[in-house]
């Protein structure tokens, strides 16, 4: 009966024990050793990047020779010790990362071999920033000496925070807006940083289309945006007319080099009609900035984007996507010079050049990256990517680090660097845990080319956006300073 009694007893006690650590107690035999404590703590949060895990029993324990024991499904069996009633799993813990410790039995034991139950718990190290700050030297000042105050300003705030915290930004639906940038708000509660618009129908506006249906002079929408904090991005679908018999032919416009007889090397020409018309929109563009120039307004400048497209992929057979990236990279450079050359001819000093990448694809190793599309460090202050996921066999929350690296490689970690426009947007954790800590990060607008949209949807949820939205190492609008 006293034996009965007591096993009663050593039942019970190792019931609490099963239930407080979730666990089945009914599998405990005799009096096996039982876990009291853990070092990190059980579902503990913001553990530090220790080198070593340590499960704490009840009574002095043994081990085997080879245990059986998991650290996020890998398995540990060299270096684990048994000190007293601790077992001590060697392992050096990274940051941002969630880990799950698994103890099977026969790992560990007690003097009368009875083997502890099986154990699993996990924990979460804190946010570490693997970020490398030794390896850029990013430029002192923008490459336009006679850049504005504002523009000087915007360019010291985005070096500040390079490397350590990522601004938000949406891109307008699709030309003169603020329409993606609400949509953000409604769902996250907060305004992006930055907001992208787009000269693509300079084409229907004044002053080269008095009568068309947009005017880009009406900066009112661009104003209010800035009056409340924002930063202010321009990009430029530029459409050009397919011949020299439709320049005033409007409707005609396009942008695919196989649509046009324009292209880089007939617009950098000294003569021509193509030449004229590349002036004559370089300077309607300029225009258009010298009047946000004149209100004290800086502005991310990101023209000729995606120039390189496929071009060179695919074995020599790809093309470029736009008419100025068609006719190679030479071409496009010497296009890309003549717009900065014309710009500062025309007194345009608020931009701040932002060169876009095609980086490297990973479905096409062989094609290299696009170094020898860069105008230079002369002509570039920011470079940035574009990158679409498409699908969800890639990590949709990836932070890309082998692309941020391949233009960190670029330009030898001297310019600033941004993912200007994609799919699915990375997440603070994998940014943090990579180092590749993008500048500022835009989702595009609309919808995906399978009819899935970009924001609220299973590319970036909701519950997403709302997490990256309020992450202390995200800025949004309210957080940023005035320029002026």
Sequence with gaps: ???????????????????????????????????????????????????????????????????SIKVNNEWVDSGVVAKGNQLIIPYELKGNTTYTVEI???????????????????????????????????????????????????????????GKKSLTAAIANVNWNTENAEALYQITGKYPAINTFDYIHFNHSAPLHAEGWIDYTNTQVVEDWVDNGGIVSCMWHWMVPPSQADINNFNSYVINPDETEMTAQTATRSSGWAHEVAIRDIDIIADYLLQLQQKGIPVLWRPLHEARGNYGKYNGSGKAWFWWGGKGPLQFKKLWMMMFDRFKEKGVNNVLWVWTSEGIDPNDPSAGDDSDWYPGDDYVDIISRDYYFNDKSNDYHSALADQFETLRQITGGKKLIALSEGDAMPSVNNMLSTGAMWSWCMPWYGQSSIGVPYIDSPINTSDFLRELYTSPLIITRDQVPSFK
């Excluded at 070593?52 to 002095?60: G, M």
Aim: hydrophobic share 40%; with cysteine.
């Design 104 to 162: 099977m039995r026969p790992s560990v034991r007690d003097e009368l071999y009875d083997f502890a139950l099986d154990f699993k718990f996990s924990f979460t190290t804190m946010l570490v920033n693997a970020f490398n700050p030794n390896l850029f030297q990013i430029a002192e000042a923008p490459v336009n000496p006679n850049a504005t105050p504002e523009t000087v300003a915007l360019y010291n705030y985005l070096k500040e925070n390079f």
């Design 1 to 67: 009966m006293a034996m009965v009694a007591a096993g009663i007893i050593s039942s019970c006690k190792d019931d609490e024990k099963g239930e407080a650590y979730g666990y089945d107690a009914t599998r405990f035999t005799g009096e096996a050793p039982a876990v009291v404590s853990t070092i990190p703590s059980i579902n503990e949060q913001d553990v530090d990047t220790l080198k070593q895990i340590v499960v704490n029993y009840d009574k002095n324990i043994f081990i085997p020779p080879h245990v």
